[in-house]
């Protein structure tokens, strides 16, 4: 499965962005997916995850209420639609999907795309 984001850049606090990922494999809407940033000099942490079903969703709490997570299992896409966005979401930001549950935990999924660029000047 290769997935490949898009959407990132540069905005204002307070801005939005939506990125989007892309995946390769037909196999995709059994596939949970998730959400991951990595700030510079921090640990790759969680943001969001959606089941394959789109019944479960799971969001962190630092972006819960500005972040919601989707998919379109016909486009084998997946979305983040983050507002309000705050300087502390700098980071580059990560989809991954695994077989199975959504998860929380990065090391349970088994493929990542290379990660896209969100910047929030302040």
Not at 5 to 26: D, F, I, K
Not at 84 to 105: H, I, M, N, Q
């Amino acid at each position: 499965v290769q997935l490949v984001e898009s959407g990132g850049g540069l905005v204002q606090a307070g801005g939005s962005l939506r990125l989007s990922c892309s995946a390769s494999r037909r196999t995709f809407p059994t596939f949970a997916m998730g959400w991951f940033r990595r700030a510079p000099g921090k640990e790759r942490e969680f943001v969001a995850a959606i089941s394959w079903s789109v019944a479960g969703t799971a969001y962190a709490d630092s972006v819960k209420g500005r972040f919601t997570i989707s998919r379109d299992n016909a486009k084998i896409t997946v979305f983040l639609q983050m507002n309000s966005l705050k300087p502390e979401d700098t980071a580059v930001y990560y989809c991954a999907a695994r077989g199975g549950y959504s998860d929380t935990d990065p090391s349970r999924y088994n493929y990542w795309g290379q990660g896209t660029q969100v910047t929030v000047s302040s």
